[in-house]
């Protein structure tokens, strides 16, 4: 089956402490995204990655880093968490057509719900 | 830039009542255009997407959504709600670039 596959789904973490959140995807695609979703503000994307070794910043990077050394892996590294850091997490991955990506729709993951104390 | 707007961060609907959940986008090139529905403690799941064959896109579910360049609307739609419809829908835009922006959602509730 088809999926985007993200670990933990709950996650409690104290201020500070280093945590990662695993994504792996078996579409074989390029393209994988990690968003953050909070109420009334949507998902903002944090970064994402156009292909192994290729990583670029969305709109909300601070406090967060990625690697993509697999191309099923992109696992969401926060290196010192802080309670704005609590949020609902998605890891997501595409395609990337002919017609460029944006053309193949977003696969996600079931979501990381983290809380920072 | 490129931004999406939903209209009513919160819809509620009879069962049996017309769905329309509003969403509209700025943009100088028309782009590909996607709803995407949440349920509770779920992923997004993709309802349908716009790119360009024809501007009445029908998805799962029963929904459909037309794309209206003059008005650059993408608005959802659905004759007859049932109570599964109960979700969160995401409208998002993207212009074959990297970068898919989403707008704040729309909670439907849907009253028996």
């Known amino acids: 089956e088809a999926q985007v596959t993200q670990n933990p789904r709950y996650l409690i973490t104290v201020t500070g402490k280093k945590l990662t959140v695993t994504c792996s995807q078996n579409?074989?695609?390029?393209?994988m995204s990690w968003y953050r979703q909070d109420p009334g503000l949507g998902l903002r994307q944090i970064y994402y990655s156009m292909n192994v070794e290729v990583t670029d910043k969305g709109d909300v990077p601070e406090g967060y880093k990625v690697s993509r050394k697999e191309k099923r892996n992109f696992p969401l590294i926060l290196e010192s968490p802080s309670p704005n850091q609590t949020s609902l997490y998605f890891c997501a991955s595409s395609s990337i057509t002919v017609q460029g990506l944006g053309s193949s729709p977003l696969h996600f993951g079931n979501g990381t719900r983290l809380t920072v104390t | 830039a490129q931004s999406v707007t939903q209209l009513g961060s919160h819809v509620s609907v009879s069962e049996g009542a017309l769905v329309l959940l509003r969403c509209n986008y700025s943009?100088?090139?028309?782009?590909?255009l996607f709803w995407y529905v949440q349920y509770p403690n779920q992923g997004l799941q993709l309802l349908l997407k716009y790119t360009s064959a024809a501007t009445l896109v029908k998805g799962i579910n029963g929904f459909e959504a037309e794309f209206k360049k003059s008005e650059t609307s993408f608005h959802l739609t659905k004759p007859s709600a049932h109570m599964s419809d109960a979700a969160e829908y995401f409208c998002a835009v993207s212009k074959g670039t990297y970068k898919y922006i989403f707008g704040t959602g729309t909670r439907l509730k849907v009253l028996a």
């Open positions: 943009s100088s090139v028309p782009p590909y």
């Open positions: 579409m074989n695609h390029e393209y």
